[in-house]
């Protein structure tokens, strides 16, 4: 419903209220905003997601932390990347170009990246044969190298496979 509002304001304004929320609770950080695409209506999260557009999700994903993170707490982007399906989440290998990957999949966490998120959780599916907390090039080259982002990434719950791996893909 935030998504098809289109508008700011409001998105800026429920951030808050969350990050308000979270203060009352001595809550530190809210895993949010959700900011994957919507690929399919079956997708069991897609209710928190913005929209199926990037720049939409981006903008409003960047609002929304804006407005929680105005209350001091912090906001943790998820899922990176190319989480956008539940089907076999924790199997699927999302086999994507690179141009594609930028332009579409992480334009929404180059956009929360800039707008000040305190960390991002990684997903738990494969992307391009890499478990997404284990997967350097997007972690490393791209979040940290190319965008400077250097506030945490964590994995999802249950999204790490091998510790080296994680820890040398930067996670």
Avoid at 57 to 85: E, P, Y
Avoid at 86 to 114: H, K, S, W
Wanted: glycine share 12%; proline share 2%.
């Amino acid at each position: 419903a935030l998504g098809a509002s289109w508008d700011v304001d409001t998105v800026r304004k429920v951030g808050n209220v969350v990050g308000s929320d979270a203060v009352e609770r001595k809550i530190d950080a809210v895993l949010a905003p959700n900011i994957n695409l919507a690929r399919s209506p079956l997708a069991g999260r897609a209710f928190e997601y913005f929209s199926e557009d990037p720049l939409l999700a981006g903008v409003l994903g960047a609002t929304w932390i804006g407005g929680l993170q105005s209350t001091g707490t912090g906001a943790v982007a998820k899922h990176l990347v190319c989480n956008d399906s539940e089907t076999d989440r924790d199997l699927v290998n999302v086999q994507v170009d690179e141009r594609t990957l930028r332009e579409v999949y992480l334009l929404p966490f180059e956009m929360a990246a800039e707008a000040g998120c305190a960390g991002m959780l990684a997903a738990y599916n494969k992307v391009n044969g890499h478990w997404c907390s284990e997967n350097s090039h997007v972690l490393t080259d791209i979040v940290k190298g190319e965008w400077g982002f250097d506030m945490l990434i964590m994995s999802d719950w249950v999204g790490t496979h091998s510790g080296e791996g994680c820890v040398m893909a930067g996670l």
